[in-house]
């Protein structure tokens, strides 16, 4: 296990996907993680569609990984409309579902939220006319909130901000620029660039795409969408020293 004071290694994978004809779909995989990483990161769309079944699935295979398991939901993790039954059943196997309070694992803080969509800069969807598009963007400024509260309660010299939508347009090109807008929100760039402590941002939904990208403060992201990571590395997921 790293130190409070050296690099704490941290694997990341998102959209798992988990579905219900699956068998111990990630037991393989988060063992092998296990002897690689001190921290394993799941980035949302944990499962295929929220149903309970897919949640006690992962849930088991959960209990093989040997070091502490952190991780947001994804928009897929809400279909079935009962996403607090999901974090139950992963909560239930150890999981720390991050959304409203921030974690500490070894000195290095973690502070995460699913995000929403909304889109980028010129791109962006703006809280103006319907009462629907209000909460629209409401949804996305809730998030970004949301993350920035856990941001500030953070001691830690080191922080990673977990999430599923993307902040920053870097990691989603490549993607067709028509569904940028869906894919994630320029809104959760704000409280990331806030604060000192941040050292890395992991992200997932977009299955496709680029790995790498930086916030316009400079502070380095990664999409980590298990379908990005693998060409790129010849395993599902990234691994950082933090
Ligand atoms: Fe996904
Ligand atoms: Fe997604």
Same mark, same amino acid.
């Given at each position: ?64 990984? +040997? !070091?502490? @398991? =952190? ?5 897929? #993790?809400?279909?079935? *409309?009962? $996403? /607090? ?73 080191? +922080? !990673?901000? @977990? =999430? ?5 347009? #870097?990691?989603?090109? *490549?993607? $067709? /620029? ?65």
């Amino acid at each position: 296990m790293a130190s409070s004071n050296g690099p704490l290694r941290v694997a990341a994978i998102g959209d798992l996907h988990v579905q219900e004809d699956s068998v111990a779909p990630y037991r393989e995989l988060f063992a092998e993680v296990s002897n690689h990483a001190d921290v394993l990161l799941l980035c949302g769309d944990l499962t295929n569609f929220g149903k309970t079944t897919e949640a006690e699935i992962l849930a088991e295979d959960i209990k093989s990984c +040997s !070091v502490p @398991v =952190l991780g947001v939901l994804g928009n897929h #993790d809400y279909e079935c *409309g009962q $996403p /607090e039954k999901v974090v139950e059943i992963l909560r239930g196997a150890g999981m720390i579902v991050l959304d409203e309070q921030a974690h500490e694992i070894d000195g290095v803080g973690f502070a995460g939220v699913k995000g929403f969509m909304g889109g980028y800069g010129r791109g962006e969807l703006a809280p103006f006319g319907e009462p629907i598009a209000k909460l629209f963007v409401d949804e996305a400024m809730n998030e970004a909130r949301k993350l920035e509260n856990q941001l500030r309660t953070l001691r830690t010299e080191r +922080s !990673v901000a @977990v =999430l599923h939508y993307s902040p920053i347009v #870097d990691t989603i090109e *490549g993607e $067709p /620029e028509a569904i940028f807008q869906y894919l994630g929100s320029q809104r959760l760039c704000d409280p990331i660039d806030r604060f000192d402590h941040v050292k890395a941002v992991v992200h997932g939904h977009a299955h496709h795409g680029t790995y790498e990208g930086r916030t316009p403060r400079g502070t380095p992201v990664y999409k980590v969408a298990q379908f990005v990571v693998k060409p790129k590395f010849g395993r599902r997921y990234a691994l950082l020293e933090i």
